[in-house]
């Protein structure tokens, strides 16, 4: 890869939460579609997600209609968690259809550190020119080839021209020259299967909205994040956890947003 | 198509809340199988909305298995929201053992105004003869080549000789002589993933004790729009109200269709 | 099959309830993860099962990666509830890679009475020697060809050198010398899909730690069905009831293992 910077870059004091915050007004009022070819375990809550946050989801995997549904969507998310034949044969035209039409993907690389099978195909994904890459730490350090740390996640979006949202306890943002790390979150979120899966759907919304996709990253994983913290302020466990992240998501308000960023 | 009629055709002042609560109860006592080609992210949904009222699905999708499971329910449904090979295949086969068994089964077209493929399939399936087709005000549109007004449904009803059940924030169903209008339901309804998929399972198991299909999606279409209604006067937002939903569904009783019935 | 023994196996006053707590601790403090051919219907509760009891679920189905995902995880998972192409050909060779390992496997034979292509692949699969079978008494019918009584389970268990776990409104789990009924659980468990796919998932987590097959499944099926019971007296309906039992299977602690079991 290339060498790693001295120093990460600056970590603006930056209006994230007020952006936040008209993103979602716009989501709700206008509408975007986004599809997702996505795992088994992830279609359901991505639907739901997108749908309390204004958006509409499609998700057909089917090879013979990914270009027809993918011409007609405003965002594309690419998820590798069920690389099955048909997803698989479908992926590779759903990103040639969104590159052909110039509309925003995302690439989220579930497990890439589980299978070398895998690993290969999300690199050759990679080079179709993701606006962002949503992964966790292991996926990173996987894809990358070295640990997850600011200065390889700014050496790698400089490298590949991708923004990088790196997930995890402390979610961190960068596009190489600009770096967000956003502190909200809970931990009944990771006691629930494919919420980080859902949560891409977001960035992908927002990036349908937002020509800049490091503030459209930053913004999605904030309003997530703080959708949680409500929700864990409710839930009496994982179970009641999940509607209550879907009720608070449909009812966040921009001072939620004001009142809540924990960003650095 | 056919020319469109003069008229609408009648609206009768019926019987229908007491219908629904009869059919609800012998769904109930006696159980009805329903077996469901449905999509990927509409099969927890179905099952669990068949299971709250007294029903049972089954879900399998296997082309080498949907023979035997058709012959053994007691009615089909097929929703063509995700067409990958294995259920393309299937579903062919699946009309014909309905079809064998004299079974009634119902057509879901979803999203067939958004791929040309799906389309072209929707118009072989609909050759089957479903005895109901369950669908939104777009998805008639791209079937039918017109407007989804009250006499392009009636005539497509006619010339199809299928009951049209279309869905929206009033519910309109026809078998070209009879019509009447639902106007239950509940905003929060559109913000829940498969809500109209599911729904159209209970079109199905009421279609297997009913042997009038209009009546039995008439009465299908009340109960849920009523469920619905009854959940959102409960619900914090869209996650908690699936569950009040299936809830609300549950404990069902001939009073609240009896009450709340909003028809015309 | 083999003759039916006269006696069934003796009723081992046991320390089953300390047992599962134990268990349950070990889970949430060490994690382990199954890998899980599972159906499409099952795959986000059976999830959100394991997160929620301590435990990590992958559930790819792709061929090409399903040894390394079995070969990386602790305890295997194949149901049968969907059998199309991708997981017919991926369960063979998950089988094969949890022997090789030495891992526990279970199999669950979904419908197995339904589908004779299903019933003969599911005899293929037990001679994969799982270390529990888990089914209920129309799939055990079907699979040893006798009615599922005590004896007969016994007499399957000893010849095929498998625990039996039977589910039903009293669970019954044998390895033909030792034999336990469980009589907890709540009756909302049948108004929700996949509950009983889901519970094997905590069969096998169990199996990956405690390497005695048959108390692993023994305090497998409590645990969920006391998890059950505490759900059943909070839960307004079936849609309440799935979150309200992850709740308490999060929270639950040995006092309530203690308290509610009902063994014999």
Same mark, same amino acid.
């Given at each position: 890869?290339?060498?790693?910077?001295?120093? *990460?870059?600056? /970590?603006?004091?930056?209006?994230?939460?007020?952006? $936040?915050?008209?993103?979602?007004?716009?989501?709700?009022?206008?509408?975007?579609?986004?599809?997702?070819?996505?795992?088994?375990?992830?279609? @359901?809550?991505?639907?739901?997600? %997108?749908?309390? !946050?204004?958006?509409? *989801?499609?998700?057909?995997? !089917?090879?013979?209609?990914?270009?027809?549904?993918?011409?007609?969507?405003? !965002?594309?998310?690419?998820?590798?968690?069920?690389?099955?034949?048909? /997803?698989?044969?479908?992926? $590779?035209?759903?990103?040639?259809? $969104?590159?052909?039409?110039?509309?925003?993907?995302?690439?989220?690389?579930?497990? #890439?550190?589980?299978?070398?099978? /895998?690993?290969?195909?999300?690199?050759?994904?990679?080079?179709?020119? *993701?606006?962002?890459?949503?992964?966790?730490?292991? &996926?990173?350090?996987?894809?990358?080839?070295?640990?997850?740390?600011?200065?390889? %996640?700014?050496?790698?979006?400089?490298?590949?021209?991708?923004?990088?949202?790196?997930?995890?306890?402390?979610?961190?943002?960068?596009?190489?020259?600009?770096?967000?790390?956003?502190?909200?979150?809970?931990?009944?979120?990771? /006691?629930?299967?494919?919420?980080?899966?859902?949560?891409?759907? %977001?960035?992908?919304?927002?990036?349908?909205?937002?020509?800049?996709?490091?503030?459209?990253? $930053?913004?999605?994983?904030? @309003? #997530?994040?703080?959708?949680? &913290?409500?929700?864990?302020?409710?839930?009496?466990?994982?179970?009641?956890? #999940?509607?209550?992240?879907?009720?608070?998501?449909?009812?966040?308000?921009?001072?939620?947003?004001?009142?809540?960023?924990?960003?650095?």
């Amino acid at each position: 890869m290339t060498a790693a910077k001295p120093h *990460p870059p600056p /970590r603006p004091a930056d209006d994230l939460p007020e952006a $936040a915050g008209r993103l979602l007004e716009r989501l709700r009022s206008e509408g975007r579609r986004v599809h997702a070819i996505t795992n088994a375990a992830a279609q @359901v809550l991505t639907a739901n997600l %997108l749908l309390a !946050a204004g958006g509409t *989801p499609s998700l057909t995997i !089917a090879v013979d209609e990914i270009v027809a549904f993918t011409g007609r969507a405003d !965002a594309l998310l690419v998820n590798l968690g069920t690389l099955d034949n048909e /997803r698989r044969a479908s992926l $590779a035209w759903a990103i040639a259809t $969104a590159r052909a039409h110039g509309k925003p993907w995302v690439l989220d690389p579930v497990f #890439v550190d589980a299978s070398p099978a /895998r690993l290969a195909l999300a690199r050759l994904c990679l080079a179709g020119s *993701p606006a962002i890459l949503r992964c966790n730490r292991s &996926e990173f350090a996987a894809l990358a080839g070295e640990e997850a740390a600011p200065q390889a %996640l700014s050496a790698f979006a400089n490298a590949r021209r991708v923004v990088v949202a790196l997930t995890g306890p402390v979610d961190q943002v960068t596009d190489g020259s600009r770096f967000v790390a956003i502190a909200n979150g809970h931990p009944l979120m990771t /006691r629930v299967t494919a919420m980080g899966c859902a949560a891409t759907a %977001l960035v992908a919304a927002f990036a349908a909205i937002e020509p800049d996709p490091w503030r459209a990253a $930053a913004c999605a994983l904030m @309003v #997530v994040g703080i959708a949680g &913290e409500i929700a864990g302020e409710v839930a009496q466990g994982p179970g009641s956890f #999940v509607a209550a992240f879907l009720d608070s998501l449909h009812a966040m308000e921009a001072s939620d947003l004001r009142r809540r960023a924990r960003l650095s």
